[in-house]
């Protein structure tokens, strides 16, 4: 769980990364890197949240 945690703080400060790149250079492909980026990461959070809600749910029969 923690390297979970370790991977959204780092994701977390790539994307703001990308937007203050943004910001600085005016450059949209920062911008664009920072919104693909929160996406998918977005994606895999729910994914990983969806798998802990059926192994939470789930019964298996012993």
């Known amino acids: 769980m923690w390297l979970l945690r370790l991977l ?3 994701t977390a ?4 990364g ?3 790149a943004s910001l ?3 450059n949209r492909a920062y911008l664009l ?3 693909h ?3 998918y990461s977005l994606v895999i959070a729910l994914l990983v949240f ?3 809600i059926v ?3 789930a019964v298996i029969p012993v």
Do not use: D, N, Q, S
């Open 55 to 57: 192994e939470r749910v």
């Open 18 to 20: 990308g937007v203050l």
């Open 8 to 10: 959204a703080v780092l």
């Open 13 to 16: 400060i790539a994307v703001a």
């Open 33 to 35: 890197f920072a919104w």
């Open 24 to 26: 600085l250079t005016r």
């Open 50 to 52: 969806a798998l802990l």
């Open 37 to 39: 980026l929160f996406r």
